[in-house]
């Protein structure tokens, strides 16, 4: 029908997944420094569910799981020459208190 009005129509948006785990990143050098932060940065715009944070002269790297990360770690090193040492992963824990609980008066 030509007399027809288009109505607009909206579609909902992607939500990334919350990461689980970080590992701490040191570069090198200063020099090494900058084009990790360059690189994480481009990884970032690619893939949103990872986030880099730079704060107190640390460098961390959160992702999906152990792979996800594996998989940036090893794209820093052949696309972009970057050697990096790895700290130990840190699992984000979520807990939720469903209950009251009467302790009466006790507490550790």
């Known amino acids: 029908n030509a007399n027809a009005t288009l109505q607009p129509s909206f579609c909902a948006g992607v939500a ?3 990461p689980v785990l970080t590992v701490q990143l040191e570069a090198e050098s200063t020099m090494e420094q900058k084009r990790l932060m ?16 730079d704060k107190d002269s640390r460098t961390l790297l959160s992702g999906l799981g152990e792979l996800h990360i594996e998989i940036a770690l090893d794209r820093l090193r052949r696309e972009h020459g970057v050697e990096v040492w790895v700290g130990p992963p840190a699992v984000k824990y979520r807990e939720t208190v469903l209950n009251a609980l009467d302790t009466d008066g006790w507490v550790h």
């Open 38 to 53: 360059d690189a994480l940065t481009l990884f970032c715009v690619e893939d949103p569910s990872l986030i880099v944070e």
């Open 16 to 18: 990334s997944p919350k």
